[in-house]
């Protein structure tokens, strides 16, 4: 029912043998700690500025640039050309591709992230798949796990599919934008090329090419 490459373009993620075995699109956040067990080969081919700290665990490619102040706990693999910036944490099991942008305040967990895709300030990647060009306005949380801690399903209408997860983020189409301050719960699928309106909240799957708008009621009154 949600097929890998109606969402993203694996020509864009040298990871691609992640999703070789994946019947659902999440099925891969399943094998992100395997694969990086048995294929990193820690290495430093990036630039670091001032101190920031790289864990023993991760490989940063040739031409990205890590900001003093940032924490690569790992295990990680970290792209070329990426912009690592003060107060990223990146935390265990995560895949950057290349020209990718992690801000100041931003965290990262359990995710693959494509090329291009940007995270520019106060947001978290938990247990979710950023594709090609994907941008999260300042703030935007994916939301991963359930109040109850209970098994997450993707809502389609009033079907519910079970993942198999009790900690599932969301997927994020290739160039879908999110806005700020945006909350995007649990088990959520964001098709390509959609614009989600800042402050919005959002569960379920949002199809390709669609817009979701937040409108607030603002009611300017005089003072007395």
């Known amino acids: 029912m949600f097929p890998v490459a109606d969402y993203l373009d694996l020509n864009q993620i040298e990871h691609r043998t992640l999703f070789d075995n994946s019947t659902q699109i999440w099925d891969a ?3 992100i700690g395997s694969y990086l ?3 990193l080969r820690p290495a430093m081919h990036g630039r670091l500025l001032g101190h920031p700290y790289v ?3 991760v490989y940063v490619g040739e031409g990205t640039v890590i900001e003093n102040g940032a924490t690569l706990k790992g295990p990680a693999w970290i792209g070329n050309n990426c912009e690592i910036r003060s107060g990223c944490y990146v935390r265990e099991n995560v895949i950057i591709g290349d020209d ?3 801000g100041n305040s931003c965290e990262f967990k359990n995710c693959i992230v494509f090329n291009a895709a940007q995270v ?4 978290y990647v938990g247990d979710s798949i950023l594709g090609h060009k994907a941008h999260l306005g300042a703030g935007v949380i ?7 801690r209970t098994e997450i399903s ?5 079907e519910l599919i079970p993942t198999g997860l009790r900690k599932f983020g969301a997927i994020i189409g290739d160039r879908t934008e999110i806005g700020c301050n945006a909350v995007i719960n649990p088990g959520s ?3 390509r090329d959609s614009l989600v309106y800042p402050l919005s909240h959002f569960s379920g799957v949002l199809p390709s090419n669609t817009i979701l708008k937040n409108r607030q009621d603002l009611q300017p009154v005089a003072k007395r």
């Not at 994916?142 to 109850?148: C, P």
């Open 100 to 102: 990718v942008v992690m």
């Open 55 to 57: 864990g023993p665990a």
């Open 29 to 31: 956040l399943k094998q």
């Open 37 to 39: 067990q048995f294929r």
């Open 142 to 148: 994916l939301s991963n796990v359930k109040l109850d």
């Open 189 to 191: 699928i964001l098709g």
């Open 120 to 123: 520019p300030h106060f947001s």
């Open 154 to 158: 993707v809502r389609v209408g009033a």
